[in-house]
């Protein structure tokens, strides 16, 4: 499953109240019904990370150590488009035939889908879906395979419901406030073009400022820092790169081919009043190296794992998880930083005015590199 094996795609939620292992209880009182129940109406809820069938959520098949991995299973009858349309077409064929008419009155035709598709709804076989969730009781977060708006719009009050409490999703600005008491609203929207003429953003624009900042310091100082705990870490950026400047029409860049890092189109982005908005991240720690496509909204993409040293499931689920845990708490620990130095008035101009001249001097070499 999601969190099981291979790569993991997923965001970051803070929990509101910490919990214990008591949650399973709560789990298991809102698990899935049984398939067996599905009729016209959809069904849904909790049952393990094992498998979409498994309704036993008890604490042997569902917590390991800090960790409750469960998954929010929906079941649902569809009927493909294509055999509703053809079935559909027929009957009102044969309705024709029978009123010696051309044409069906509106209320004829709806009447004729309606007894189509509840003919047609029970013979079709369930459509499941899915979304992993870990609640990692140790950080107070809850981690979730849900990176589109509907997933997270679908999982958001189903957790509430269970666990009593709305999970908060994890993004520059919650994150800001939450880890430094920044509001974002309070911070001056920034350029980094040397371009003066540029309009400046309507809007602080958290994320891709960390990221361009990010791809800056990374530049300068060689990409080695240290976690909270004092253990070091490397990072790295790589393409494809995608760069997001606000304004009228089609202000998104995204460069794949060759070294986007190094490119003169990068800086050309950058020198138009772009921002980096989406980049491929390598984290290494000690031996274990992870990457992952990561958005300036925090969003992570196909983080890929180091292969474990554990053999049993068990072992090699919370192997896992605390790979991932690093890999979200150093990126956290960069934006800390980031986060000190953009609220430091004296210290943040003259970042500012060093980002300015760096992109310049790209900006420079992608005109060089053209002549």
């Not at 709560?26 to 109406?41: G, H, M, V, Y």
């Not at 800001?176 to 920034?190: F, G, H, S, T, Y």
């Not at 350029?191 to 361009?212: C, I």
């Not at 400047?245 to 460069?255: F, I, K, T």
Request: charged share 25%; proline share 5%; net charge negative.
């Amino acid at each position: 499953m999601a969190f099981d094996s291979g790569s993991v795609s997923f965001r970051l939620f803070y929990l509101q109240q910490s919990y214990d292992t008591g949650l399973l209880d709560a789990f298991a009182r809102n698990a899935a019904p049984a398939i067996t129940s599905l009729n016209k109406d959809p069904i849904s809820g909790w049952v393990t990370g094992r498998h979409l069938f498994d309704r036993e959520v008890t604490e042997e098949k569902c917590v390991f150590g800090p960790y409750l991995h469960a998954q929010l299973m929906k079941a649902e009858k569809k009927i493909p488009a294509s055999l509703l349309r053809a079935h559909i077409k027929m009957e009102e064929d044969i309705e024709l035939r029978a009123r010696e008419t051309e044409y069906l009155p509106r209320a004829a035709k709806a009447e004729i889908k309606q007894r189509v598709t509840d003919a047609l709804l029970p013979g079709m076989p369930p459509t499941l879906s899915s979304i992993a969730v870990v609640v990692d009781f140790r950080n107070d977060l809850l981690i979730a395979a849900a990176l589109s708006d509907k997933q997270i719009d679908t999982l958001s009050p189903v957790f509430k419901e269970t666990a009593g409490t709305l999970p908060i999703l994890l993004t520059p600005e919650t994150a800001a406030l939450r880890r430094k008491q920044i509001n974002a609203n309070d911070l001056e929207p920034v350029s980094f073009s040397p371009d003066d003429s540029l309009e400046l953003p309507h809007e602080s624009t958290l994320g891709m400022d960390f990221f361009t900042w990010l791809w800056f310091v990374w530049e300068k100082e060689g990409g080695v820092y240290h976690l909270p705990d004092g253990r070091e870490f490397g990072v790295m950026l790589e393409g494809p790169l995608t760069f997001f400047r606000e304004g009228q029409g089609a202000h998104e860049a995204v460069l794949r081919k060759g070294t986007p890092i190094n490119s003169r189109e990068a800086g050309t982005a950058l020198c138009c009043g772009k921002k980096l908005k989406r980049a491929k991240v390598v984290i290494g720690q000690g031996d274990a190296v992870m990457s992952a496509t990561l958005d300036a909204d925090f969003a992570i993409r196909s983080l890929k794992l180091p292969k474990g040293e554990q053999e049993d499931a068990i072992g090699r689920f919370q192997e896992r998880m605390l790979c991932i845990e690093t890999f979200w708490s150093a990126w956290l620990s960069l934006y800390d930083r980031f986060l000190d130095l953009r609220t430091d008035k004296k210290q943040w101009p003259k970042t500012l005015d060093a980002m300015k001249q760096w992109i310049g001097h790209i900006g420079e070499h992608a005109e060089a590199n053209v002549q």
